[in-house]
Nanobody, 124 residues
């Protein structure tokens, strides 16, 4: 399955953006996640949503500001990002696991499918 991320852009602090992640076909992946990578930093977990429930998981740095959702019928996941801060500047990637291991949901290596990334730049 191929993942296509889109929706990035350049905004000012306090603005909102919604990123989309479209899968090339219906997938049985049990979760979808967003990661981000800022210049010079390692890729980090942002949020995850699970196929079998409405449960979601967020990094502390985005909790209360970002909302992940998925539309299984459209094979698309979203992340709504509000109250953006300059420290949110990064390339954002969507990802799906081949086999989900709950204890590793925040780990980059737990995901076998990745989108190409979309750049979000937040200026102060």
């Amino acid at each position: 399955v191929q993942l296509q991320a889109s929706g990035g852009g350049s905004v000012q602090a306090g603005a909102s953006l919604r990123l989309s992640c479209k899968a090339s076909r219906r997938t049985s992946s049990t979760a979808v996640a967003w990661f981000r990578q800022a210049p010079g930093k390692e890729r980090e977990f942002v949020a995850a949503a699970f196929r079998w429930s409405s449960s979601t998981l967020y990094a502390d740095s985005v909790k209360g500001r970002f909302t992940i959702s998925r539309d299984n019928a459209e094979n698309t996941a979203y992340i709504q990002m509000n109250s953006l801060k300059p420290e949110d500047t990064a390339v954002y990637y969507c990802a799906a696991p081949t086999t989900l291991i709950l204890s590793r949901v925040r780990e980059v290596d737990a995901y076998g499918y990745w989108g190409q990334g979309t750049l979000v730049t937040v200026s102060s």
